[in-house]
């Protein structure tokens, strides 16, 4: 059996204190799609040879924060600061699969409302959606989710709250 290497990609988790609760952004990637057709995901994808920085060429961590930023703005229309990003894991998808990624996944807390506007294309909707409904419907199969996103979701259920959420991140990670 031929082992696929796994490709350098990056994930965001948008995360906002919306009505007593936290949200994350969800976009829905198109059904054509080679890779997780139809989920629903955090923005991110591949990491592009132009996301390397000239005086860091091949640390492949600081090409997940540019990957990441821009990435959330070609999928969502968000425009990120890279200092905003906080890494809280890395994933890499299973040997037996035939596309790999090995993902840089970061946090970004929000404090203003953002627009999104997805680009239609490989994104085909998005929605707000607090960790715990997103839960009720994957269960309800209502969601289809990546096994990382829903990893993450259930490690942000245990906060109802921002501050809450980015000390617990301080203190063990999410």
């Known amino acids: 059996m031929t082992i696929i290497e796994p ?3 990056a994930t965001v988790v948008l995360v906002r204190e919306h009505r007593d609760d936290v949200e994350v952004l969800m976009l829905l ?15 991110g994808g591949k990491i592009d040879r132009a996301d390397y920085l000239p005086e860091a060429k091949n640390l492949e ?38 596309l790999r990624y090995s993902t840089w996944f970061f946090l970004c807390p929000l404090y203003e409302e953002v627009e999104v506007t997805i680009d239609d294309s490989e994104i085909r909707d998005y929605r707000w959606i607090t960790p715990r ?10 969601l289809q989710v990546p096994r990382p996103t829903r990893t993450t979701l259930e490690d942000l259920t245990a906060y109802d709250r921002l501050d809450a959420l980015l000390e617990g991140v301080v203190r063990s990670g999410i």
């Open 7 to 9: 490709r350098p990609a």
């Open 29 to 43: 990637r198109d059904k054509k799609l080679a890779f997780n057709a139809g989920s629903w995901v955090f923005p």
């Open 61 to 98: 961590y600081h090409a997940a924060v540019c990957a990441a930023v821009r990435e959330t703005r070609e999928e969502a229309g968000i425009e990120l600061r890279k200092e905003h990003l906080i890494h809280t894991a890395h994933w890499t998808t299973p040997e037996h699969l035939p």
């Open 133 to 142: 409904r997103a839960l009720r419907e994957i269960e309800s199969q209502r």
